[in-house]
T-cell receptor
Framework: GNSVTQMEGPVTLSEEAFLTINCTYT??????LFWYVQYPGEGLQLLLK?????DKGSNKGFEATYRKETTSFHLEKGSVQVSDSAVYFC??????????FGKGTLLTVNP | DTAVSQTPKYLVTQMGNDKSIKCEQN?????MYWYKQDSKKFLKIMFS???????INETVPNRFSPKSPDKAHLNLHINSLELGDSAVYFC?????????????FGPGTRLTVL
């Protein structure tokens, strides 16, 4: 079956630091890949997505590139802010229409 | 305007009770979902409806029964609540059941079973 593995947190950074959260997947066919963000006490919001190999999703300074050869979709941001503190989820949508999530990575950004 | 809304936001109840959670979307989507997020933040799909038809039914106790009266609504009824049902339940919707369609999530319902 489909699965998503993302780096375990928590991740703690200082403001303006570079962020990478690794995500790799196992899937049959050609899944779409997503990053969702959950701010404290809130629901999930779509951060970015990519629907085919070599696509780059980007939003709010975050980027991730769909790498089929390494089955990866790592999330990056060049300069994090305190307001980026949240839980980040990598997910894939396969041909079975089910959204499969990674376990989430808690990011804390300190001033 | 809230795209996907859920009621109630918080639900505290005793073991053995029956409760319902409601979900509504105003995005014009035809597919809706229920997810469960456990205490470790892990998210897992429970059910999905497309045009009022059940298309995904994961291994969930039959105490959980989803109902979709129309494309814009998906409710979740839980019978004989147990301690292990305590979690955050998220509703989501998407435009079709195709493989590229983004799912949009509601704010969640935090269920606490005492």
């Amino acid at each position: 079956g489909n699965s998503v593995t993302q780096m375990e947190g928590p991740v703690t950074l200082s403001e303006e630091a570079f962020l990478t959260i690794n995500c790799t997947y196992t899937a049959t066919g050609y899944p779409s890949l997503f990053w969702y963000v959950q701010y404290p006490g809130e629901g999930l919001q779509l951060l970015l997505k990519a629907t085919k190999a070599d696509d780059k999703g980007s939003n709010k300074g975050f980027e991730a590139t769909y790498r089929k050869e390494t089955t990866s979709f790592h999330l990056e941001k060049g300069s994090v802010q305190v307001s980026d503190s949240a839980v980040y989820f990598c997910a894939l949508l396969g041909s079975n229409y089910k959204l499969t999530f990674g376990k989430g990575t808690l990011l804390t950004v300190n001033p | 305007d809230t795209a996907v809304s859920q009621t109630p936001k918080y639900l505290v109840t005793q073991m053995g009770n029956d409760k319902s959670i409601k979900c509504e979307q105003n995005l014009g989507h035809d597919t809706m979902y229920w997810y469960k997020q456990d205490s470790k933040k892990f998210l897992k799909i429970m059910f999905s409806y497309n045009n009022k038809e059940l298309i995904i039914n994961e291994t969930v106790p039959n105490r959980f029964s989803p109902k979709s009266p129309d494309k814009a609504h998906l409710n979740l009824h839980i019978n004989s609540l147990e301690l292990g049902d305590s979690a955050v339940y998220f509703c989501a919707s998407s435009s079709t059941s195709g493989s590229t369609d983004t799912q949009y999530f509601g704010p969640g319902t935090r269920l606490t079973v005492l």
